[in-house]
């Protein structure tokens, strides 16, 4: 076989498949989709974050209630924050949790679309690259699993953001859990890619509105707090490229922080199963838009002019919405 092969395209093959299994780290782009906006130029979907509980802990009330708003919003997508299986992730692309926690529970009509999903910690614990792999997406279409990847709606751009490899104590203070590191080490060097690929999307994105969407928290008055490895390495980042959204999970909560030193809006949708942890920090009542303990999830309605936010608990019920409105794009 390898005689048949030239050289180059011999590397480029096993490069490949290095790639393909995660045995070295994603390569200096990040991957794009497409994800054009309805007729009308208007674009909508929902947000959940912290779920696979095979249905328990609400989750289940939860879904139901996804489907029922998305039908009513007409959702173009679903985005999920992260921590997709509890509590270790998949075992494998074989493990039932798939179906479980995911496949048999969002059932609803409107939420056959396509998931936009990252990884949280708790889906580190477990076999990563199942998540990643494409047998998941042939045994359900609408999984689309990466690490860190950008969506292209026109008028807003998303980017989705790895973040669980930039917290210290994973690494450091594992405890008892045990992580999965195919495809992220060496750290300092996966940590520096990712990075500079984040920052020259953001730079490069002519789009009206920057969405940017990852598990950890960067601002949160929940359990986990901050996350001091993203307000250092990350925040900067999305400040200087006028970042309009950062959405995550990790604080099993729901959350909105309007930041007062940037036109950033901190929008936690961590709601989709066991919540209530009952730890709430102060936060600058200025800042705190809204913070529910419980379960639940968000939607997001774009238009080319306005982007709209809306929560909801486990009846369904609007706690908290929010909007913003921009000129439209001048000709220059
Ligand atoms: C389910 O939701 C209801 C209503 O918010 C809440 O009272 C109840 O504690 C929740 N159950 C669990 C297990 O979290």
Aim: with cysteine; glycine share 8%; net charge negative.
């Amino acid at each position: 076989m390898a005689t048949l092969l030239k050289k180059p395209m011999l590397l480029c093959l096993i490069f490949a498949v290095l790639l393909q299994m995660g045995l070295v780290p994603a390569a200096a782009e990040l991957r794009r989709f497409e994800q054009p906006a309805k007729a009308d130029g208007s674009l909508s979907f929902l947000v959940v974050g912290d779920w696979g509980r095979r249905g328990r802990y609400n989750q289940s009330d939860v879904a139901a209630q996804m489907g029922i708003i998305g039908e009513k919003l007409d959702i173009d997508f679903v985005i999920s924050t992260g921590d997709n299986f509890y509590d270790n992730g998949l075992t494998g692309v074989d493990d039932p949790a798939f179906d479980e926690s995911f496949a048999k529970i969002y059932t609803a009509t409107s939420l056959q679309k396509q998931w936009y999903n990252v990884l949280g910690n708790h889906d580190y614990r477990g076999d990563v690259l199942a998540q990643l792999s494409s047998i998941l997406r042939k045994i359900d279409s609408r999984w689309l699993c990466l690490r860190s990847f950008i969506l292209d709606s026109g008028i807003a751009e998303f980017f989705f953001v790895d973040t669980t490899p930039f917290a210290d104590k994973y690494f450091d203070d594992p405890g008892e859990d045990v992580y999965d590191w195919r495809g992220v080490l060496p750290r300092k060097k996966y940590l520096s890619t990712l990075l500079k690929d984040v920052d020259s999307a953001l730079r490069d994105s002519s789009a009206k509105w920057k969405i940017v969407v990852g598990h950890h928290t960067i601002q949160s008055a929940g359990h986990h707090g901050n996350t001091d490895e993203l307000v250092t390495q990350l925040l900067p980042i999305l400040q200087a490229n006028s970042v309009d959204l950062y959405i995550n999970g990790h604080d099993h909560c729901l959350e909105h922080i309007s930041s007062s030193d940037s036109p950033i809006q901190f929008l936690t949708s961590g709601g989709g199963s066991k919540a209530w942890r009952g730890d709430v920090k102060w936060w600058n009542p200025k800042e705190m838009k809204f913070y529910y303990d419980g379960q639940g999830f968000m939607s997001v309605q774009i238009t080319e002019t306005e982007v709209d936010i809306a929560f909801y608990d486990v009846f369904g019920s609007v706690m908290h919405k929010w909007g913003v409105s921009k000129q439209p794009h001048s000709a220059f």
